[in-house]
Nanobody, 119 residues
Framework: QVQLVESGGGLVQAGGSLRLSCAAA????????MGWFRQAPGKEREFVAR????????YYADSVKGRFTISRDTAKNMGYLQMNSLKPEDTAVYYC????????????WGQGTQVTVSS
């Protein structure tokens, strides 16, 4: 089992930066790929970024490429999402999640942290 808690959300002006953190509790966190998702009011949850268990392979949604950077610190059981050049359309609740090979899905999710970008 993996328990995830996001933090670092808040209100920021367009063009600004914010770093989200994902604290993981669980002895096997380092063996899970990690992803970030977001959900805006009235919209479905969408994929933002992912990073493999080794921290070497990353993938980003087209909407955030060049602006967001996903990373992880396995020694500290922490995941991060650095968000630069923020836009109003980035406003959403952001969730971190852990991928498990057994089910080939994101089985563990955090509670979410609100990110609001003003124009």
């Amino acid at each position: 089992q993996v328990q995830l808690v996001e933090s670092g959300g808040g209100l920021v002006q367009a063009g600004g930066s914010l770093r989200l953190s994902c604290a993981a509790a669980g002895r096997t966190f380092s063996r899970h790929a990690m992803g970030w998702f977001r959900q805006a009011p009235g919209k479905e949850r969408e994929f933002v970024a992912r990073i493999d268990w080794s921290g070497g392979l990353t993938y980003y949604a087209d909407s955030v490429k060049g602006r967001f950077t996903i990373s992880r610190d396995t020694a500290k059981n922490m995941g991060y999402l650095q968000m630069n050049s923020l836009k109003p359309e980035d406003t959403a609740v952001y969730y971190c999640a852990a991928f498990t090979l057994g089910t080939r899905s994101y089985d563990y999710w955090g509670q979410g942290t609100q990110v609001t970008v003003s124009s």
